[in-house]
């Protein structure tokens, strides 16, 4: 009997105090957006909800304990300058500007782009640049084409790629 009202008041302790967080998952992936290259702010390359956009891309990054450890779903995608927010740079998205595309190219006598070839994210970027150089071209305005070619993959930067392996691992 000269432990119970210990064990008692100890559990009422126990009882009032907050949550522990040592079984909290320490494990957390996060999405993130970089820009790889700068383009003109033109009315080609603006957006009707974020303004001007760059090329940029876009990965998952899972952290242990805050360093990254193993990527994911890396792909290019419109950077708009915001934290988070992207815009998905797909072929059926540019599928449609090509068709119109083509259709004042025939007028004009531009070179036309062949969708044929948009097939990934990377080619729907170049077919965009390619459409931006022969339309810029044919203006009869000073005009500086853009010399871009994407690689396949973006190359993330070197916290993701190397450093939180050589910290984690």
């Known amino acids: 009997m000269n432990y119970f009202l210990p064990v008692l008041v100890g559990l009422a302790v126990l009882s009032l105090a907050p949550d522990a967080n040592a079984r909290r998952n320490q494990a957390q992936?996060?999405?993130?957006?970089?820009?790889?290259?700068?383009?003109?702010?033109?009315?080609?390359?603006?957006?009707?909800?974020?303004?001007?956009?760059?090329?940029?891309?876009?990965?998952?990054?899972?952290?242990?304990?805050?360093?990254?450890?193993?990527?994911?779903?890396?792909?290019?995608?419109?950077?708009?300058?915001?934290?988070?927010?992207?815009?998905?740079?797909?072929?059926?998205?540019v599928i449609s500007r090509i068709a119109a595309y083509n259709r004042e190219a025939k007028k004009h006598k531009w070179a036309p782009v062949d969708p044929a070839k948009v097939t990934n994210n990377r080619e729907a970027w170049h077919a965009l640049i390619a459409m931006y150089n022969n339309i810029g071209k044919a203006s009869g305005k000073k005009f500086t084409p853009l010399d871009i070619k994407l690689p396949p993959k973006p190359t993330l930067p070197f916290w993701y790629r190397v450093g939180g392996k050589l910290v984690g691992g």
Do not use: H
Request: one cysteine or more; hydrophobic letters at 35%.
């Open 29 to 93: 992936q996060e999405g993130y957006v970089f820009k790889y290259k700068e383009l003109p702010n033109v009315d080609f390359f603006k957006t009707d909800n974020f303004g001007y956009m760059d090329i940029g891309y876009t990965f998952n990054s899972t952290k242990v304990f805050g360093v990254p450890l193993w990527n994911s779903d890396v792909k290019w995608c419109g950077y708009v300058g915001r934290e988070k927010n992207y815009i998905i740079i797909t072929p059926a998205v």
